[in-house]
Nanobody, 126 residues
């Protein structure tokens, strides 16, 4: 059983940068593809981006492509989401997730993930 804990959320202004983290415990981190999802008020949870188990394939949702970047530190069991040039539309609760997949797969659907964190709030003011 893998436990995931997000941290680093907060209030930023439009155009700012923010990095949020996801610490994993209870499992072998490098056996999982890792992804980020977000849920804005009144909306369904949506895919943000994900990375494969093996270095270094990533996939991003169109609206964050070129602004957001995912990285992972397998030695520390931490997943990061670097968010640059943030927009008010990025306001949401951000969730990390871990999925048992093949080494090069990049899952983007919720049912492909086995474990989820509790989320961290990110608010972008205009």
């Amino acid at each position: 059983q893998v436990q995931l804990a997000e941290s680093g959320g907060g209030l930023v202004q439009a155009g700012d940068s923010l990095r949020i983290s996801c610490a994993a415990s209870g499992g072998t981190f490098d056996r999982y593809a890792m992804g980020w999802f977000r849920q804005a008020p009144g909306k369904e949870r949506e895919f943000v981006g994900a990375g494969s188990r093996m270095c270094c394939y990533t996939l991003y949702e169109d609206s964050v492509e070129g602004r957001f970047s995912i990285s992972r530190d397998d030695a520390k069991n931490i997943l990061y989401l670097q968010m640059n040039r943030m927009e008010p539309e990025d306001t949401a609760v951000y969730y990390c997730a871990a999925g048992r997949t093949g080494p090069w797969s990049i899952p983007r659907l919720e049912h492909e993930y086995n474990f989820w964190g509790q989320g961290t709030q990110v608010t972008v003011s205009s």
